[in-house]
């Protein structure tokens, strides 16, 4: 935003999608059957759908305690495999190698890294820049000031050692790069420079360094390409930002474009098979008032888009997508959230409906497919999760997004699959029951067995999850 597991022969494999219309009526909704075939792993360890949660407007907003619990409520039953997190060296950079680790910024940061922590939630750390006025600390001069690398070297050696955040996983030096900085010489610069103050206090081992995070414009796919030419010994993973218009994602053409970007690291980086792919900001493009937010956010037509962005984002390769944003209170006057800020009461809006089950049912550890698709209209991702189902064995959790005006009749078959107890969730016009605090609850639950295939109906325009992975945290 501008401002590897073991599989077994049969059971543990891909999604390969034979789709072919049910006889029938004329009127009758189109069938499908969807089989489990052993290829196809599109990705071994998927990290999880997160989203952006910043800390930055959150003083601002005056968000108590007793206020952030009801987002931790959220977070938690979301459980928030990823968070990527907002960083400005203005927040404890005074100049002069002089620094304050207890700034009101500071404390917000760290009410959001304390439950990360808890969680387990994977943290993408992005420093925002050295360039603005409103992003950079006194005394830093540019992204390539040896100065900013050693701020950027104490404040991580701080939060890593000082205040053991071990959810600090990944490293990201500027937000959006080709806006903020403009000049890829310039940046190159200062990531080596980084580079070499993590390396010299030893914290290249606790972090993998993340680029080229870039977003939007033409020079979006140059800057990741320059990326994995000029900077593949540094990154140890690939982050890509995208807020696509609905017509890309209607067609599908959104998975094509993930696929392009991954394949080049794929094809350039030797290494590259063994780096997470990752989507560093998800959105719409269509009607965005960028920075601030998207007209369509409170619409229920941006759960479905979002459903089916992650979808072909996931079976594009992406081991992890992060969606723009958690809430209204990370950024002032933004309206981009699952739900609103504190001043119009931390509502939630219909796209969390969705994106909190993706977020809650494909884990992260999870082995995703790619299903063979031969529809425009239906889109389908799968994930087993390794040993996490009940009595110790593996759990499956599935996502089918219709596009389709009329319902669809899916039967989801893997071969080789023991019974399993399946719960089913609807997000559609008609229905999405919730509890009290807004939580999907499953329209039904089931004990199907996948060998001889199990019914899903799914409505016109929707998303519907079937999942074996226990409700209870794990």
């Known amino acids: ?193 980084v580079a070499a103050v993590l390396a010299k206090r030893g914290l290249d081992k606790r972090l993998i360094f993340t680029g080229s995070d870039t977003s939007q414009d033409a020079s979006n796919e140059v800057w990741h390409r320059w990326a ?11 982050d890509v930002h995208r807020y696509a218009n609905s017509t890309r994602v209607r067609t599908g053409e959104l998975e ?37 937010g998207n007209p369509h956010i409170g619409e229920y037509g941006y759960g479905v888009f979002m459903a089916d962005y992650a979808v072909q984002a996931a079976r594009a390769g992406s081991a992890a997508v992060s969606a723009w944003m958690l809430d209204d209170n990370s950024h002032k006057g933004f309206f981009w959230g699952l739900w609103g800020n504190k001043e119009n009461g931390m509502k939630l809006r219909p796209w969390f409906y969705p994106w909190s089950l993706l977020s809650r049912y494909f884990p992260m550890g999870s082995v995703i497919y790619r299903a063979a698709q031969t529809s425009a209209d239906l889109r389908i991702l799968a994930a087993r999760i390794p040993a996490h189902g009940r009595q110790g064995g593996d759990a499956w959790t599935f996502c089918l997004v219709n596009r389709a005006e009329i319902t669809a009749n899916v039967t989801l078959r893997v071969p080789g699959a023991p019974a399993l107890e399946l719960q089913r969730y609807v997000y559609s016009e008609k229905e999405a029951p919730a509890d009290a605090d807004g939580f999907p609850t499953p329209v039904a639950t089931e004990r199907g067995v996948l060998a001889k295939g199990i019914a899903v109906p799914c409505p016109g325009n929707s998303a519907v999850f079937l999942t074996s992975l226990p409700s209870v945290s794990f």
């Open 228 to 238: 994995v030419d000029q900077l593949q010994h540094i990154l140890g993973a690939y």
């Open 256 to 292: 094509t474009y993930w696929r392009t970007h991954w394949d080049y690291a794929l094809e350039h980086d030797p290494a590259a098979k063994g780096k997470p792919f990752i989507v560093g900001e998800a959105g719409m493009h269509d009607d965005a008032q960028h920075p601030t």
């Open 1 to 193: 935003m501008k401002l590897g597991l073991r599989m077994g022969p049969l059971l543990y494999g891909v999604l390969s999608v034979a789709l072919g219309h049910a006889q029938g009526p004329a009127a009758a909704p189109p069938g499908y059957e969807i089989v489990v075939h052993a290829e196809d792993v599109v990705c071994e360890r998927f990290l999880g759908f997160g989203a952006e949660w910043d800390s930055s407007a959150y003083p601002v907003y005056g968000v108590t305690d007793e206020d952030f619990a009801l987002a931790a409520k959220r977070v938690r039953w979301m459980r928030l495999p990823v968070a990527r997190i907002m960083m400005l060296t203005k927040w404890c950079y005074l100049g002069n190698a002089a620094f304050d680790w207890e700034t009101d910024a500071m404390k917000a940061l760290y009410r959001h890294l304390d439950l990360c922590q808890e969680l387990g939630t994977t943290v993408l750390l992005t420093d925002w820049g050295g360039e603005k006025e409103w992003t950079t600390a006194p005394g830093i001069d540019g992204v390539d000031d040896p100065e900013y690398a050693m701020v950027i070297g104490t404040y991580l050696d701080y939060l890593l050692n000082a205040k053991n955040y071990s959810c600090i996983q990944y490293f990201i030096l500027t937000n959006e790069p080709n806006w903020e900085v403009g000049d890829w010489d310039k940046w190159k610069r200062g990531v080596e420079n």
